[in-house]
């Protein structure tokens, strides 16, 4: 069964604007985490954000945020004032506890354009 | 401080013939990971590493896909017989712990692409 649903293969977003990308997940385990990355041409993957299933708040680092909707199993991601160094592959994984291995979405391919 | 490396950048091979993979983790760093992303696809988990012992190998394709992990550093992802369906970016990560962690970021590496012809 699939774990990680990325349903927008591409978005574009003008320069400056913000842009969610979204994801949704599957797990019966109560505790997990929920990690986005972000992968550029040239193939390196970083990583962004982190959210805790037990996180009570919804984490925020600079322009990235977690629009983290526990019940709806969902972990938009949400980047403000977009810029053309955000144009990349954006991945959702997902750590399940006492396991090892992130599961990943498919991503979104994002294009910023001026 | 170096970040995770990967040997080499590039490998074409034909099929049938055995390939090794090299990543060199973070420097202490006890985890470690691989994932294989297909052309336009997401990545998959394959094996990881905790120190030089393998917990989970489930995602390993086949036999023909082997990994190990010597003096709790660098590994090698072996693949042999190549198919071209084996065609895909190999990617290494690592953490500085594995299990129990949730947070524990991994940290990637460029990756290797592999074609089979």
Known sequence: ?114 | GAGVSQSPSNKVTEKGKDVELRCDPISGHTALYWYRQSLGQGLEFLIYFQGNSAPDKSGLPSDRFSAERTGGSVSTLTIQRTQQEDSAVYLCASSLEGAGGLHNEQFFGPGTRLTVL
């Open chain 1, 1 to 114: 069964a699939q774990k990680i649903t990325q349903t927008q293969p591409g978005m574009f977003v003008q320069e400056k604007e913000a842009v969610t990308l979204d994801c949704t997940y599957d797990t019966s385990d109560p505790s997990y985490g929920l990690f986005w990355y972000k992968q550029p041409s040239s193939g390196e993957m970083i990583f962004l954000i982190y959210q805790g299933s037990y996180d009570q708040q919804n984490a925020t680092e600079g322009r990235y945020s977690l629009n983290f909707q526990k019940a709806r199993k969902s972990a938009n991601l949400v980047i403000s004032a977009s810029q053309l160094g955000d144009s990349a592959m954006y991945f959702c994984a997902m750590r399940e506890v006492n396991t090892d291995k992130l599961i990943f979405g498919t991503g979104t391919r994002l294009q910023v354009f001026p």
